[in-house]
Antibody
Framework: QLQLQESGPGLVKPSETLSLTCAVSGGSISGTPYFWGWVRQPPGKGLEWIASIRQDGHTYYNWSLKSRVTIFIDTSKNQFHLILSSVTPADTALYHCVTEANYGSRGFEADIWGQGTFVAVSS | QSALTQPPSASGSPGQSVTISCTAT?????????VSWFQQHPGKVPKLIIYDATKRPSGVPDRFSASKSDTAASLTISGLQAEDEADYYCSAFESRSVIFGGGTQLTVL
């Protein structure tokens, strides 16, 4: 069974760049599933999709974040990553990595979620 | 980009049925074809409970059902149980992006 584990800095200063890692276990990031992605949830608020990447490297980004976000896969480490630049306090959130392991279709069928890593943006 | 609108809250008594709607601001009716629904209990990770608008993943009770029309997607929970008290989110993939509804907080009275 695939498992995902996020890691991140915990605290980032405004205007800095946030780097997050999702470690994949129980399977190869080069095999199925086809999509890997990131979703965040600010404290007390709803879910916000950030970005997804296909195995072939094709990327999809939230239009409101696109200018600041990069997602990429590191097959050598069985990980995928999220880079978010020029962070502000509005980026404070619990960041989850996700994948569509069993029900990949034409929507967002994220059935495996990491527990999340909380990132606070504060000086 | 389209947005998905859900009622902020819903409630029902044990044993009753409750329906949560999800409406897109986009005029593209195909957005409802591949709606997913997620259940999130407080402090927990969201769980996929519906995909492709009407399909249930393995292990999701058949008390959870969903439908779609040209104007909305809906999630219905029948035979409400206390454990169904949670936040529910709809999502869709449109214009190369994933969008979430704002979430509906379900209270079991």
């Amino acid at each position: 069974q695939l498992q995902l584990q996020e890691s991140g800095p915990g605290l980032v200063k405004p205007s800095e760049t946030l780097s997050l890692t999702c470690a994949v276990s129980g399977g190869s990031i080069s095999g199925t599933p086809y999509f890997w992605g990131w979703v965040r949830q600010p404290p007390g608020k709803g879910l916000e999709w950030i970005a997804s990447i296909r195995q072939d490297g094709h990327t999809y980004y939230n239009w409101s974040l696109k200018s600041r976000v990069t997602i990429f896969i590191d097959t050598s480490k069985n990980q995928f990553h999220l880079i978010l630049s020029s962070v502000t306090p509005a980026d404070t959130a619990l960041y989850h990595c996700v994948t569509e392991a069993n029900y990949g279709s034409r929507g967002f069928e994220a059935d495996i979620w990491g527990q999340g890593t909380f990132v606070a943006v504060s000086s | 980009q389209s947005a998905l609108t859900q009622p902020p809250s819903a409630s029902g008594s044990p044993g009753q049925s409750v329906t949560i709607s999800c409406t897109a601001t986009s005029s593209d009716i195909s957005v409802y074809d591949y709606v997913s629904w997620f259940q999130q209990h407080p402090g927990k990770v969201p769980k996929l409970i519906i995909y492709d608008a009407t399909k249930r993943p393995s292990g999701v009770p058949d008390r959870f059902s969903a439908s779609k029309s040209d104007t909305a997607a809906s999630l219905t929970i029948s035979g409400l149980q206390a454990e169904d008290e949670a936040d529910y989110y709809c999502s869709a993939f449109e214009s190369r992006s994933v969008i979430f509804g704002g979430g509906t907080q379900l209270t079991v009275l």
